[in-house]
């Protein structure tokens, strides 16, 4: 690793810590490589406790951002990882953001495939979906380079995961419904279908988007992106509903 990574690293972790921004020069990042480089410090930073994957860039559109042509993915890490019922403060954030999610609970790893995934070898690896909520905050700037927020985990601020779904294979995950309010106030609505038609094709996305950060393992919970335009949090108890799949709560205090 390269002592410039590993100086990215540390800036970004510490900023994430302290809920500050910093100023980094938007040609710090070249590469999807690079980026990943730094979360692997990210990650090390963090205790090596990995708890799971945010995916984006599953577009060739979007791809051409980061300058590649495959899914790129974001660190969900331990401490920035809570169940349903929980409460956070919006002064452990910058400027936090609420996205409703769909994510898939791994029970088996996926490591490397010299000849790609098919869709069946992924569901085999699926253990439960789960609904969640994802909190992005930028550490950077929302105008920062995609790459820069790649290496910042993909600007994930907090995961809120609610209960797991192990029986899910009767459930249509190309036809979930999904509501979000705030204090009894309906504030958007989504679906499932969003992400790519069906999410589990993000999953396959990313299952074939290796070199990553760190393999996919068994007991990581892969997120897929948002079904839902992204809302910005104020305080107040919000509830995602997610039709067949159950309800995720999150209060969130100033």
Not at 1 to 7: C, E, F, L
Not at 87 to 112: H, R
């Amino acid at each position: 690793m390269s002592s410039d990574s590993a100086i990215l690293a540390k800036q970004l972790h510490e900023a994430r810590a302290a809920a500050q921004t910093i100023d980094i020069g938007r040609e710090a990042v070249a590469s999807v490589d690079a980026a990943y480089e730094i979360q692997a410090a990210f990650i090390e930073l963090s205790g090596g406790d990995l708890k799971g994957w945010k995916v984006t860039a599953l577009t060739r559109n979007d791809q051409q951002k980061f300058g590649t042509d495959h899914a790129v993915a974001g660190a969900l890490l331990g401490d920035f990882v809570h169940s349903s019922g929980s409460q956070l403060s919006l002064s452990s954030f910058v400027a936090p953001l609420i996205e409703c999610e769909i994510a898939f609970l791994l029970g088996a790893d996926l490591p490397p495939h010299s000849s790609g995934y098919s869709r069946d070898e992924v569901e085999a690896a699926i253990s439960a979906v789960v609904p969640v909520v994802e909190f992005p905050d930028s550490r950077i700037g929302r105008d920062a380079p995609d790459l820069l927020k790649l290496a910042d985990v993909m600007n994930n601020g907090a995961l809120v995961a609610g209960k797991p779904l192990e029986d899910w294979r009767p459930l249509d995950l190309a036809r979930i419904d999904v509501r979000l309010e705030c204090d009894g106030e309906l504030i958007v609505e989504g679906a499932s279908a969003r992400i790519l038609g069906d999410p589990v094709l993000a999953l396959l996305a990313l299952a074939n988007a290796y070199p990553l950060p760190a393999p996919l393992r068994a007991g990581q919970i892969v997120t897929t992106g948002t079904c839902t335009n992204p809302v910005a949090v104020r305080p107040g108890r919000y509830i995602a509903s997610f039709s067949g799949l159950g309800d995720v709560e999150v209060r969130f205090t100033a």
